[in-house]
């Protein structure tokens, strides 16, 4: 364990809630800082109550505890002038001030960055919305999936008869609070260094935006021609064969790269089809390099391309990764509590000074922190 984390000592004030903000508020707190989540009175976040599955613990589901564990929460009541008052003197201490409301809400709140800056000069202030501040899509909901909807990215993945195809996790709420997290790294160090403070502001469509960069790029470039999925086995809208997924007799793999005469010598695909062009014909080959991958087992296959270096792994589930051993290896499993909840969840993706850090410290309590209302930080 490192002895001093980065950010120890960092007080973070949160009002967010969902994924986005939480998400930059997670690896801030990961990382040392002291993070204390504004939720509201009798409810809290409601991501408290936002079920994956039937799963819960301690009576919350377990999307709040992945996202909010090594916070401290306030359970107030923003439109209670009261309430209010006795929150400013956090914020006038806090390092940090995030929110993710739609645009204008903060402000009406009272909490917008320009009244927080007014008390708290230096302060840095993350904002995360669904489409920015202004322009035509404002005032839309800020969720992922219709963010992803609204992106184009769903025209990349799945084959070309698919339709568009989602992804299956909330990529544009875990990209935008990592985007946010560095924005406020940055700023921070310049207040550390020149007394700045600022605001940081990022949205679901800026970091799907950029998530695309490179294939937008292309698209940009190309005389804004649409590309075309892969009728079978596809993994990316642009690349040619053999790039895909493919059934084997007893599972899946995935080919990123490779010689196709020399996959064709080892699987025994027609040296007619594998000699194509890959781009133009790029279907036909799959298809036939496919029907030869049915033939034989992912390892049979996983031991003939790893001795050609063809660039090549077994399609695997959560049960094959965590018995490969490696997330256990790189110590990304940890063992959380509060009183007697207790789960298995990640860890912070990055190590400092050779030591990843970690805390057993689960999600919150609705209001276990209320005593600094009173006391102050």
Excluded at 84 to 109: H, I, S
Aim: proline share 4%; with cysteine.
């Amino acid at each position: 364990m490192t002895e001093i984390l980065p950010l120890d000592g960092l007080k973070v004030l949160d009002f967010s809630q969902f994924l986005a903000g939480p998400y930059c508020a997670l690896k801030l707190a990961d990382m040392g800082a002291d993070v204390v989540k504004v939720e509201r009175s009798g409810m809290g976040d409601l991501s408290r109550y936002l079920y994956l599955t039937d799963t819960k613990i301690g009576g919350e589901s377990t999307i709040f505890h992945a996202i909010n564990r090594n916070k401290r929460s306030l359970a107030v009541d923003l439109k209670s002038d009261a309430d209010r008052e006795k929150l400013w003197t956090l914020v006038r201490e806090a390092d940090v001030v995030l929110q993710n409301f739609r645009p204008g809400v903060m402000e009406r709140l009272g909490f917008g960055y320009d009244a927080v800056k007014a008390v708290n000069p230096t302060v840095v202030y993350g904002t995360v919305t669904g489409y920015g501040s202004d322009g035509p899509w404002v005032d839309l909901p800020g969720q992922d999936l219709l963010a992803q909807a609204r992106s184009g990215v769903m025209w990349l993945s799945g084959a070309r008869d698919d339709g568009p195809v989602a992804m299956g996790l909330p990529i544009a709420d875990v990209l935008a609070g990592a985007s946010l997290t560095q924005g406020v790294l940055a700023l921070l160090y310049r207040r550390a260094t020149k007394g700045i403070g600022g605001r940081i502001e990022t949205s679901l469509i800026e970091v799907l935006a950029d998530l695309q960069f490179e294939l937008l790029t292309t698209w940009l470039n190309d005389g804004h021609r649409t590309p075309t999925r892969s009728v079978n086995n596809p993994a990316h809208a642009y690349l040619a064969a053999p790039y895909g997924v493919y059934e084997t007799q007893d599972g899946h793999l995935a080919i990123a790269m490779g010689k196709l005469d020399l996959l064709a010598q080892i699987t025994g695909l027609d040296p007619e089809i594998a000699a194509r062009d890959a781009f133009a014909e790029r279907d036909a080959i799959k298809a036939g390099l496919a029907t030869r991958l049915k033939t034989a087992s992912t390892s049979h296959w996983m031991e003939q391309f790893i001795k050609a270096d063809i660039w090549a792994a077994p399609v695997m589930d959560w049960d094959g990764v965590i018995d490969s051993g490696v997330l256990q290896t790189l110590d990304m499993v940890q063992q959380i509590s509060r009183g007697e909840v207790s789960m298995q969840t990640t860890r912070l993706p990055i190590r400092i000074d050779g030591t990843r850090p970690a805390s057993t410290t689960a999600a919150p309590e609705l209001g276990d922190a209320n005593g600094l209302l009173e006391t102050g930080w």
